[in-house]
């Protein structure tokens, strides 16, 4: 009997692979630093557990709306607004047409995607980027074209690399800023420059902002802040990094009615609705004034580590590996291409060899490979003696 042949075209997790490896070796008895997965090691505050705790014994245990709570969803466009407004976009989304609460950013970026795509549509992904962004697109049927983005340019596609990738079939532009796995930030010429070549050519811009709050300089430009350009946007984000809620699986779309018509459809024909207990959680994330210390304190908390990594990189001033700092995020892509030995195995050996887990830079496209993605979103004592014992390895090759 046959199978689905796209499963063909996609690989399994390469993250989920190395988090898999990292159990077997640690059930046997061996000491391993895991600096692999994009989990933020904080427990999600305990208000919003409260808050979800309390909606159960209220006997929130059904069905919710469809779109979400739209007292959710005025406190999403509240948050929105508040994000956007530096960019001098005096347009709130409409939280009753406009916005709509979703199983998570995965399904967020899912069912944006199968809004607007058919099959054969091409969509632009940088590369390297979150190998979902591309995956989903396949399991979609449409064509997903790599757009490099160098090292060299800061993790970011030149602006003509773009232009000259569109073709008759492109239908979007999939962007994530702050980025997964390279920490890239654009700045408001870069974003301004690429929005204007969407419309120019009439397609679409998925922006995927799930570590908007998660920064080490100003703050992000959002592709949302640009108001002569909202109709051809769409903007999707979680609660997973931002409050540390990874595991509650809840995310929201803002964008033009019409998007939001046809995600609704896809939503409701995926998951129904969200939980409802889940969803007064997200809304006391969003509203209460001690979660939002909270949140900036995980922030500073992250800038630490980013500090640790550098300043011990420092003492390894001869070393083979390139350590770039990162502009946002909670990852590190670390540079190993004067070592010469493929992105996979080299993960392999810094894994059995110097007993720290890390994510094959291929695993997020083939500009990746020669890198390694390290995640530190982890105790400082994981993420200094992780970084001290990649670095030590590193010199003894």
């Not at 209220?58 to 779109?67: D, F, K, Q, V, W």
């Not at 019409?258 to 969803?279: E, G, H, Y």
């Not at 420092?314 to 540079?335: Q, R, T």
């Not at 490979?369 to 590193?394: K, P, T, Y």
Request: aromatic letters at 10%; proline letters at 6%; glycine letters at 8%.
């Amino acid at each position: 009997m046959e199978f689905n042949l796209q499963f063909n075209e996609i690989p399994q997790s390469a993250t989920v692979a190395v988090a898999d490896k990292v159990l077997r070796l640690k059930a046997a008895g061996k000491e391993i630093i895991p600096l692999q997965v994009g989990d933020p090691d904080f427990r999600t505050p305990q208000g919003i557990v409260d808050a979800a705790g309390q909606s159960l014994q209220a006997g929130l245990t059904h069905y919710g709306p469809s779109r979400g709570f739209l007292d959710l969803r005025q406190a999403i466009a509240a948050r929105v607004q508040k994000r956007v407004s530096g960019c001098g976009n005096g347009k709130a989304y409409d939280p009753e047409r406009e916005i709509i609460v979703t199983h998570g950013g995965v399904h967020a970026y899912y069912v944006a995607m199968q809004s607007i795509l058919n099959p054969g549509d091409e969509a632009l992904i940088p590369d390297p980027s979150w190998a979902t962004h591309t995956n989903m697109v396949r399991l979609l049927r449409g064509k997903a074209v790599p757009v490099a983005a160098s090292p060299e340019n800061g993790f970011l596609p030149l602006i003509e690399a773009w232009e000259s990738a569109i073709t008759p079939k492109t239908k979007a532009m999939v962007i994530n800023y702050p980025a997964n796995p390279t920490g890239a930030v654009p700045d408001y010429a870069y974003m301004e420059a690429l929005l204007g070549i969407a419309r120019k050519h009439n397609i679409w811009v998925i922006s995927d902002e799930v570590y908007d709050n998660i920064y080490y300089g100003e703050e992000p430009v959002s592709a949302a802040g640009f108001a002569e350009h909202r109709d051809h946007v769409i903007l999707i984000n979680s609660f997973s990094k931002t409050f540390a809620m990874t595991g509650w699986r809840i995310g929201y779309i803002a964008g033009p009615e019409r998007l939001i018509d046809n995600a609704l459809k896809a939503s409701q024909n995926s998951i129904t609705s969200v939980a409802p207990f889940i969803q007064k959680g997200a809304q006391f994330a969003l509203t209460d004034k001690k979660v939002q210390e909270e949140i900036l304190e995980m922030r500073q908390t992250y800038a630490r580590r980013r500090a640790i990594i550098l300043e011990i990189a420092e003492e390894f001033n001869e070393s083979p590996v390139k350590v770039i700092p990162p502009k946002g995020a909670f990852y590190f892509f670390l540079d190993f291409r004067p070592l010469k030995i493929p992105s996979v195995d080299l993960c392999e050996r810094i894994l059995d060899e110097a007993g720290v887990g890390l994510v094959p830079g291929v695993a997020f496209g083939a500009q990746g490979e020669g890198f390694a993605r390290l995640c530190f979103a982890a105790s400082d004592a994981d993420v200094r003696n992780g970084i001290r014992a990649i670095m030590d390895w590193a010199d003894r090759q």
